[in-house]
């Protein structure tokens, strides 16, 4: 009976183990979230972002010193070429669209537009997987309404 109970302990153990090293692959498999790269350059600082879901995050910035926006999408691992977008417009209709799109190895972007007192939209793809950002950033951090595609 003792070594009955000794074998049951050990296979409960041994499957523990399997599930701890299973748990810990697939933690450290996921991908690392991609952090603002800088690209709209000099007194932008990230104001808004939004993931593109398990790809990378694109991200909204503005500089109090020029009044404008700026939108970047960067990719978690960048790598091979693949279709990108990053995209900007005066949620009021009061300018046009400004947009980079193409085959890019880590970013699409930067895009700017002025944006003092004004709500934008705004948002980036990666590949087939894309995000748009609507009435957001109206000078009062208006979190604004985030559509998934």
């Known amino acids: 009976m003792k070594r009955s109970r ?10 523990a183990g399997i599930a701890t090293m299973a748990t810990a692959t697939t933690a450290s498999a996921a991908p690392k979230a991609a952090a603002y790269n800088g690209a709209c350059g000099s007194g932008y600082k990230v104001v808004n972002s939004v ?16 009044g404008k926006n ?10 091979k070429r693949v279709y990108m977008y990053s995209y900007l417009t005066a949620t009021n209709g009061s300018s046009d669209w400004v947009y980079d799109s193409g085959q890019y190895t880590s970013y699409a972007g930067p895009v700017y537009l002025p ?8 948002g980036g793809a990666i590949e087939s997987v894309s995000v748009s ?10 979190a604004g309404v985030v559509t998934h595609h």
Not at 6 to 15: E, S
Not at 72 to 78: A, I
Not at 115 to 122: A, L, N, P, S, T
Not at 135 to 141: D, E, K, Q, T, V
């Open 6 to 15: 000794a074998i049951a302990g050990a296979a409960a153990l041994a499957v």
């Open 51 to 66: 993931p593109v879901t398990g790809k990378g995050t694109v991200y909204l910035t503005y500089s109090a010193k020029s």
């Open 70 to 79: 700026c939108v970047v999408t960067v990719r978690n691992s960048p790598g």
């Open 115 to 122: 944006g003092k007192g004004i709500c934008v939209d705004w």
């Open 133 to 142: 950002v609507s009435g957001s950033n109206c000078g009062r951090m208006a």
